[in-house]
């Protein structure tokens, strides 16, 4: 082979390799420019949404610094907590319907027995 040929053939590659890249971060729009191409409905919900986004993202990464001061697998500590979260809810749950069935026979002692209320 020639080094015509291998010089060809290097520069080929080299425009692949960086034009590539470059034609697609030349072409790729930014946040900003695709945010102004939304119509103002959805810029405006966009901007209604964003402090929630933020906060739910912060949460987001506040429990996986949480979860990583563990020894154990992220994903495995997220499970446990989950769990928890979920067993807790339930806990809840239980707790007011007792609270609403006692209200209940409450109002129906009181209608039963309406001198002694």
């Not at 402090?51 to 912060?58: A, G, I, V």
């Not at 609270?99 to 409450?106: P, Y």
Request: charged share 35%.
């Amino acid at each position: 082979m020639s080094a015509k040929l291998w010089l060809k053939m290097i520069a080929a590659g080299g425009t692949m390799c960086i034009g590539g890249p470059a034609l697609v971060i030349y072409v790729t729009p930014t946040e900003e420019e695709l945010f102004k191409r939304y119509n103002p409905e959805l810029q405006k919900r966009s901007l209604e949404n964003r402090q929630q986004k933020q906060e739910d993202f912060d949460s987001f990464v506040s429990k996986l610094k949480e979860y990583s001061k563990s020894n154990k697998p992220i994903w495995e500590v997220a499970a446990e907590d989950e769990a928890r979260i979920r067993a807790s809810g339930v806990a809840d749950q239980r707790r007011m319907t007792e609270e609403i069935q006692k209200r209940r026979d409450e109002i129906k002692r009181h209608s039963l027995n309406p001198e002694k209320a």
